[in-house]
Nanobody, 122 residues
Framework: QVQLVESGGGLVQARGSLRLSCAAS????????MGWFRQAPGKEREFVAA????????YYADSVKARFTISRDNAKNTVYLQMNSLKPEDTAVYYC???????????????WGQGTQVTVSS
């Protein structure tokens, strides 16, 4: 089993910044990739960004490209999501996920964190 714990959400004004963290523990050797998803009220969970543990290759949704940056600290088993130039439409619960291959749909990820709320006021 792999445990994922997110932190760093909160309330921020539009054009502000937040940094989310996701700490992984447990049997992480099976995990090759970490991702961030988000889910707004009444909407489906959607892909935000992903990063591979080994090479650090990154992938982004078009809606966040150039505003969000995903990174990882292998020594700490932690992944970060730096969110800049936030917009009200970025408001959602953000989830960290762990998987064995790159996928843009939630069902292919094996482990999930509990989620952290991000609210962007206009």
């Amino acid at each position: 089993q792999v445990q994922l714990v997110e932190s760093g959400g909160g309330l921020v004004q539009a054009r502000g910044s937040l940094r989310l963290s996701c700490a992984a523990s447990g049997r992480t050797f099976n995990i090759t990739l970490m991702g961030w998803f988000r889910q707004a009220p009444g909407k489906e969970r959607e892909f935000v960004a992903a990063i591979t543990w080994s090479a650090g290759s990154t992938y982004y949704a078009d809606s966040v490209k150039a505003r969000f940056t995903i990174s990882r600290d292998n020594a700490k088993n932690t992944v970060y999501l730096q969110m800049n130039s936030l917009k009200p439409e970025d408001t959602a619960v953000y989830y960290c996920a762990a998987g064995r291959f790159l996928a843009y749909t939630p069902k292919y990820y094996d482990y999930w964190g509990q989620g952290t709320q991000v609210t962007v006021s206009s």
